[in-house]
């Protein structure tokens, strides 16, 4: 059974850092990305991260501030913010798919955890 569990979210003051980590039960090789999505928005993308960990894609507001790493042996993704801003508070998904074009579009994407809360305060 296919299982991803979001942690790491909290409330963090503006410019703060917050590591949120993904813990995935699947089998096989997959793209795995960051979604967020904030009151009355669609969910968009923040990054993503090719199963060899070598190619990754970010959301250009976030580039230079946030990261995207994994652990294949922990079976784990992370995420990374730092200097966070108060348009970064949102509902954080992570999910998983077997393919690795369009790593930016959710639909695209087969499995999500339910999502960790991030609030950064001004």
């Known amino acids: 059974q296919v299982q991803l569990v979001e942690s790491g979210g909290g409330l963090v003051q503006e410019g703060g850092s917050l590591r949120l980590s993904c813990v995935i039960s699947a089998r096989g090789r997959y793209t795995t990305g960051w979604f967020r999505q904030a009151p009355g928005k669609e969910r968009e993308f923040v990054a993503a991260?090719?199963?060899?960990?070598?190619?990754?894609r970010y959301k250009d507001p976030v580039k230079g501030r946030f990261t995207i790493s994994k652990d294949n042996a922990k079976s784990t993704v992370y995420l990374q913010m730092n200097s966070l801003k108060p348009e970064d508070t949102a509902l954080y998904y992570c999910a998983i798919r077997s393919d690795d074009y369009s790593i930016d579009v959710p639909g695209f994407y087969d499995r999500w955890g339910q999502g960790t809360q991030v609030t950064v305060s001004s």
């Open positions: 991260i090719r199963w060899s960990g070598t190619s990754t």
